[in-house]
């Protein structure tokens, strides 16, 4: 694949298009394209910035991605003069037609379309907290790819699809009886099996890239860079892909010269990333309680090189905390002015935002990019009739039986595979 070279964001090494790692310093790998101006392709959503993703073709059966406007009722009732919001979700008034309203369906397209291209059918291991499950579902719905999904038991009630896409007989649904760090240590057990791949989290390039394309998306519609970029952060991950797109809009040479500023936050008191930069530590009974439970990664990348602490680092950035309390205030008031519901997630980013505001850390004739990164969910149920995932097993913590839940995966999964 020469379209791309992959580069350690910590000792600078070289890699193989599809390593997954640097054997050095663990450092993320990065993609460096050799089109080096953003020059959007004859294809819809994200597929119009192929020469920024780490694929040769698209997928012609998904058309989302990104959308951005410029804000007038929060930005009016803010007091903010350039507030723009990057919105994904389902919102068709608006042209958003991400069909599990979350932007995980912008890592999931370009992750599936590098396996397909990688040239196997190796069954792709996916754990999540829900939001990312229900994207990779999707897609193995209008792809066929062979995909085994490891989700904590609290989750299982995300794990809903709009109907018609395609089958479900090639996804197995593990639920496992405790929080997304069990889901986690089964998931890499699974997929270190042989005829399994894992996903890669935040190591994996289609991933990152996918949901830089949030970034690209505003830039072409704002015109420029923002002066400060606010999300709400589970692992960090789309963080740092945001830092990693700004990095090469400003090799473009026409977007600006300056990285925005991350305004990175999490859900008090379930929130590691925080702790790590304020020190403290999180409720032993997190995720329980949280505002939403997607926001809480027990092991996220921080401090590896080319993770989140060096996003903060090289951004000037930082890290907010924001209690329920906070964010459910935050998401009437979005609602109220924008005229769209949003995903819990996304209310923690516009409850930063409203703090940083009151705090008077941002300016009122600043550029600000706020990422909703999930909704409309509510205007998808008007229009749709939701069909769920049922479960193929549940396994309890540390007693996941993996001999027998292996060979029950294999039953179900390896004659898709060969097929």
């Not at 993320?28 to 910035?49: D, H, M, N, S, V």
């Not at 897609?139 to 989700?151: D, E, K, M």
């Not at 850390?361 to 008007?382: A, P, S, W, Y």
């Amino acid at each position: 694949m020469g379209k791309f070279t992959l580069r350690c964001a910590g000792c600078s090494a070289r890699h193989d298009a599809w390593n997954r790692g640097c054997d050095k310093d663990g450092g993320l790998l990065r993609t460096e394209y050799q089109q080096k101006c953003l020059i959007p392709a004859p294809y819809p959503g994200i597929w119009k910035f192929i020469d920024w993703l780490p694929v040769d073709g698209i997928i012609s059966s998904f058309t989302g991605g990104p959308i951005a406007y410029r804000s007038e009722g929060l930005a009016r009732e803010l007091g903010l003069k350039d507030l723009w919001i990057a919105f994904n979700g389902y919102w068709p008034e608006r042209g958003a037609v991400l069909r599990t309203c979350s932007f995980k369906d912008l890592e999931a397209p370009p992750t599936v379309r590098r396996l397909m291209e990688q040239g196997g059918r190796d069954i792709l291991v996916v754990s999540s907290a829900g939001n990312t499950a229900r994207a990779f579902a999707h897609l193995s719905r209008l792809t066929g790819y062979p995909l085994v999904l490891v989700i904590p038991s609290a989750a299982r009630d995300r794990l809903w699809l709009t109907p018609g896409d395609g089958s479900t007989e090639q996804i197995f649904l593990v639920s496992v009886e405790g929080d997304y760090s069990d889901a986690i240590a089964l998931g890499e057990l699974l997929a270190g099996q042989a005829h399994f791949v894992p996903e890669g989290g935040a190591r994996n390039i289609a991933r990152r890239d996918g949901m830089g394309t949030v970034m690209l998306e505003s830039v072409l519609e704002m015109g420029s860079l923002p002066d400060r970029y606010f999300q709400a952060i589970g692992s960090g991950t789309g963080g740092i892909s945001a830092w990693e797109a700004s990095m090469r809009l400003i090799e473009d040479g026409r977007f600006g010269s300056r990285l925005p500023t991350l305004h990175l936050a999490q859900n008090l008191p379930c929130a590691p990333i925080y702790n790590a930069v304020h020190g403290g530590s999180y409720d032993e009974r997190c995720p329980h309680g949280m505002y939403d439970a997607v926001l809480f990664n027990r092991r996220p990348p921080f401090d590896v090189p080319g993770g989140v602490a060096d996003a903060l680092e090289a951004t000037h950035g930082s890290v907010v905390g924001m209690t329920n309390e906070e964010a459910d205030k935050a998401s009437r008031l979005f609602e109220e002015k924008e005229g769209v519901d949003i995903m819990p997630a996304a209310a923690v980013a516009v409850a930063a935002l409203i703090k940083a505001e009151a705090e008077g850390q941002v300016g009122t004739d600043e550029r600000i990019l706020l990422n909703i990164t999930g909704g409309g969910e509510r205007l998808l149920r008007k229009t749709y009739s939701l069909d769920r995932l049922s479960t193929d097993i549940s396994v309890e913590r540390n007693e996941q039986g993996e001999g027998m839940l292996m060979d029950q995966i294999k039953e179900k999964l390896l004659e898709v595979r060969m097929a």
